[in-house]
């Protein structure tokens, strides 16, 4: 095979009390088997929002010397069994790495290994002020491709889309949010304050208690708010 290891032992000729030739009286050969670059994460984790932390985890060949690379992430080498890896900014980024012992080295290069998807905006339009007993409407904007809404907040009529209404019934400065998903399964939040007034007070009363046909009254509505 490629790789041997000889063991030789020389020793004298029986009955001479002296070396009178070498000879081979025992020797081992071990056949060397090259090592074999291989890695897991921990929980299988190769994709993530935002920031991403990732634990490799090294299953190569025992007693291998390994040499990690990982362009994009933090640290971008390392020699650990098993180190911990942390990715800041979108995108996609390949791993190496490299094993090596007496017997020889393997290399192992898996491109796009790692993604990291941008983390969704959200933000909420509604009326700063409405009054108790009014109807409010809320909608949801992002520029990304949204799946799923949850809203949170006073009378809400609904909760599960990008546009939903709500019907406070108190007064005061009431906090609308909304949670939402989008196509890579990363979340962002946000929210809106919106001022509940009272409804205005007011009476109306009229000129006459009655009135003939074609005749005109006087009406009058008196009230604050």
């Known amino acids: 095979t490629a790789n041997m290891q000889l063991l030789v032992t020389i020793a004298d000729m029986p009955g001479t009390g002296h070396v009178v030739e070498a000879a081979f009286d025992v020797f081992e050969i071990t056949e060397g088997i090259a090592p074999q670059a291989s890695f897991a994460t921990a929980a299988g984790v190769s994709s993530g929002c935002g920031q991403l932390g990732v634990q490799y985890i090294a299953t190569a060949t025992a007693g291998s010397l390994i040499q990690w690379v990982f362009p994009g992430g933090t640290p971008a080498e390392s020699t650990e069994l098993t180190p911990w ?9 390949p791993v190496t790495m490299i ?50 809404w949850q809203w949170e907040g006073n009378g809400l009529l609904n909760t599960g889309s990008a546009n939903v209404q709500a019907m406070p019934d108190n007064t005061g400065n009431t906090v609308y949010s909304v949670t939402v998903t989008d196509e890579n399964g990363c979340t962002a939040s946000g929210s809106v304050n919106t001022e509940v007034l009272p409804a205005p007070q007011f009476t109306i009363s009229a000129a006459a208690g009655t009135v003939c046909t074609g005749a005109t009254l006087t009406l009058s509505a008196t009230g604050a708010g």
Not at 85 to 93: E, I
Request: glycine content about 6%.
């Open 85 to 93: 890896v942390t990715y800041n900014t979108p995108g996609t980024y």
């Open 99 to 148: 094993v090596a012992s007496l017997f020889g080295f393997d290399e192992l290069n898996s491109a796009g290994y790692i993604t990291v998807y941008p983390q969704p905006d959200v933000s909420i339009t509604a009326a700063n002020t409405v009054c108790l007993g009014s109807a409010i409407d809320l909608t949801a904007e992002s520029a990304n491709t949204l799946t799923n």
